[in-house]
């Protein structure tokens, strides 16, 4: 029988996939057959004798030894597209929240608890302070073009959004899947001058680490935001905050707090939430589960 360990929690329609075919899935498995996991970092792993594959339910596999699992015979599966519009929603929800004041005005009428019948002229009074802007006829440029930059596009073009794309690897089928109404960018400087919004949709790899960084962030206009729900690593931290604290940006929406970006008001952190859906869980873990049952088998 092959024994599959598990890291992190990985939803149980994906598990009872494997179980039901007669596997042992365990989070405390020795020398297991495969391993399915979300975040957990395998870089210091050692490759024990019997590995064959490794899942990751999610779309990156920059916490994974690549290479060295390639080296040692042992595939390395990931689910594209399961989670994509769990992603999608949450960047909408970033383009918003980085639009409209929404949590300083929240926390403002939070505040009012206890102000009785002053309540409502208080707000009426105040809520200037945090008045927005709208995103519909604003430009957005969106940084690579795979399962998520794709829908991220598409309903950005639905919310009345210009939108731009730059993906020089984009494949046919993606291609296929986006709407006509955006723009394509032949490269990086067009795609960045005029935009509103930047949302970055690439893997971390070795040339996309610190693809945000200064020369990039002082072509954008000093009202200009950025979202990140991909990786940390491939915004340049220090540039941001140095760009935010000099207001050479509006606003760093981000799904990876760090003390740093904590530092500055102007971020939007959120704690890697896109993926945390009901449905991105369950898409993901049987889109994993049925590729390493299939493999084994
Ligand atoms: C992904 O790579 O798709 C996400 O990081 C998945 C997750 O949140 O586990």
Redesign the pocket.
Known sequence: MSKIKTY?KIAQGGLNILIDSGFEVSDAIDNPDAIIL??EKLHTMTIESNLKAIG?????VNNIPVDKCTNAGVVVFNSPGA?ANA?KELVIAGLLLSARDIFAGINYSKSLKGRGSEVNTLVEKNKALFKGIEISGKKLAVVGLGAIGVMVANAAVELGMSVSGYDPFISVDRAWGLSSSVIQASNLNKLLSGADFVSLHIPLTDSTKDFINSSCLSKLKNTATILNFSRPEIVDQEAIVTALNLGGIHRYVTDFPSELLLSSDKVIPMP?L???TKEAEDN?AVMIGNQIKEFLD
């Open positions: 992190n979300r975040s990751r339910a999610g779309a990156g989670n992603v890697h896109g993926a945390s993901c």
